[in-house]
C-alpha cells in the first residue's frame, strides 16, 4: 500500500501524478484533425521536448514522431536543413531541406522552440508541499511520552494509559510511590516529540498548494479562482488573470496552426478555449478577418435590383 511505501518512493509517484494531471489537462485546448493518428501523442511530444513532425508510416500518413534538426546546411534563420525522426518503434527517418520537404511537417511547441519545463517545476513544488502537509499533520497529533524512573513505576503508567483509553476504572496497591506521582504530577517527566500548536501552519501550506495549483492552470489557459490572498476580493480582482491566462495558449496556437495549415491540417481551439476568448472578447486575426468581410457585404434584399447589373 502507499501508506508503506518509502517517502523517496512516494515523492516520485507524487510527481509522476501530478505530471500526469497536467498532461490530461494540456489535451483540451486543442483540437486537430482526425487525420492524424492520436493527435494526443503529437501535442504531448511538442510540450515535453518543444520540436516534434508528422511523417507517413505504415501506421498513418501523418503520424507523430520526435523530431532533431541536425546534419545538412543552415537555413537564413540558423536552423539545419536536415531533420532526423525517431517513431515509438525507434525506427530513424531522414529528411532533407525539411522546410520545402513534401514528406514532413516539421510542429514547434512555441516560435522559440521551447518545452514547457515550468509545468515539471511546478509538479516539484507542488509534491515538496504535499511532503510538508504530510510530515506538518502527523506532528499535529498529541504525544507525550511519560518517563518512568523504573520499570515497576512504568508498568504502573502504561497499565493506567490503557485505562483511561478503555474507560476502565480500578483499583490500585499503594506499594509504589504512584500516589505520590498522581499526587505531584510534576515528579512524572514528559517528552513531547510534537507540538500541535503548530498545526495552525498546515492552513498556509494549503494556500500555497492552491495557489500554485493555480497558477500552472491559469498558465495553460485554465484559470482557476485562486484569490492570491486570505481575504475577500473584488470582481475585478478575481479577473485578473484572464488575459495572462490566454498567452501560452495563443503561443502554443500559433506555433502549430501555420504547419499544420500548410500541410492542409485542421486545427483549432477547444470549445474550452474558445469560451474564454469570448468572455474576454478576444480573437484571432483570421476569424476576425473573416467576420469583418462578411459584415462589409451588402445585403441584398429578395426583388431589390443589383447596382452591378
Same mark, same amino acid.
Given at each position: ?37 492520436? !493527435?494526443? $501523442?503529437?501535442? *504531448?511530444?511538442?510540450? =515535453?521536448?518543444?520540436?516534434?513532425? &508528422?511523417?507517413?508510416? %505504415? @501506421? +498513418? ?49 512555441? !516560435?522559440? $522552440?521551447?518545452? *514547457?519545463?515550468?509545468? =515539471?517545476?511546478?509538479?516539484?513544488? &507542488?509534491?515538496?508541499? %504535499? @511532503? +510538508? ?58 517528552? =513531547? ?117
Amino acid at each position: 500500500m502507499y501508506r508503506d511505501l518509502k517517502a523517496k518512493l512516494k515523492q516520485r509517484i507524487s510527481d509522476c501524478e501530478y505530471t500526469d494531471i497536467f498532461r490530461n489537462f494540456l489535451t483540451t485546448l486543442f483540437v486537430y484533425d482526425d487525420r492524424i493518428y492520436r !493527435p494526443e $501523442i503529437l501535442d *504531448d511530444i511538442l510540450h =515535453d521536448v518543444g520540436i516534434a513532425a &508528422l511523417i507517413k508510416t %505504415d @501506421t +498513418s500518413d501523418y503520424t507523430p514522431v520526435f523530431c532533431n534538426l541536425a546534419g545538412g546546411k543552415r537555413y537564413a534563420d540558423g536552423l539545419f536543413t536536415t531533420a532526423i525522426c525517431y517513431d515509438a518503434c525507434g525506427r530513424q527517418y531522414d529528411f532533407r531541406d525539411w522546410r520545402d520537404n513534401p514528406d514532413i511537417t516539421v510542429i514547434f511547441n512555441t !516560435p522559440l $522552440i521551447t518545452r *514547457d519545463s515550468w509545468i =515539471d517545476k511546478n509538479v516539484s513544488i &507542488l509534491t515538496d508541499i %504535499d @511532503t +510538508s502537509l504530510q510530515t506538518n499533520v502527523i506532528f499535529s497529533r498529541l504525544k507525550p511520552i511519560p518517563i518512568a524512573r523504573d520499570s515497576k513505576t512504568r508498568s504502573q503508567i502504561d497499565e493506567s494509559l490503557n485505562d483511561i483509553q478503555s474507560g476502565r476504572i480500578k483499583t490500585i496497591l499503594e506499594d509504589v510511590t504512584f500516589r505520590d506521582l498522581a499526587t505531584d504530577k510534576k515528579l512524572i517527566d514528559v517528552l =513531547d516529540l510534537t507540538d500541535v500548536t503548530k498545526s495552525q501552519y498546515i492552513q498556509y501550506l494549503l494556500h500555497a498548494y492552491d495557489f500554485v495549483f493555480s497558477r500552472t492552470c491559469m498558465l495553460m489557459g485554465l484559470d482557476t479562482m485562486d484569490n492570491g490572498k486570505q481575504a475577500q476580493i473584488t470582481v475585478d480582482e478575481m479577473a485578473r488573470h484572464d488575459d495572462v491566462s490566454l498567452l501560452m495558449p495563443y503561443i502554443w496556437y500559433t506555433a502549430r496552426k501555420k504547419p499544420l495549415g500548410k500541410a492542409g491540417l485542421k486545427f483549432d481551439y477547444s470549445d474550452i478555449i474558445k469560451s474564454r476568448f469570448q468572455k474576454n472578447e478576444i480573437k484571432d486575426s483570421e476569424s476576425d478577418a473573416e467576420t469583418k468581410e462578411s459584415e462589409s457585404e451588402p445585403e441584398i434584399k429578395e426583388g431589390e435590383p443589383d447596382d452591378n447589373n
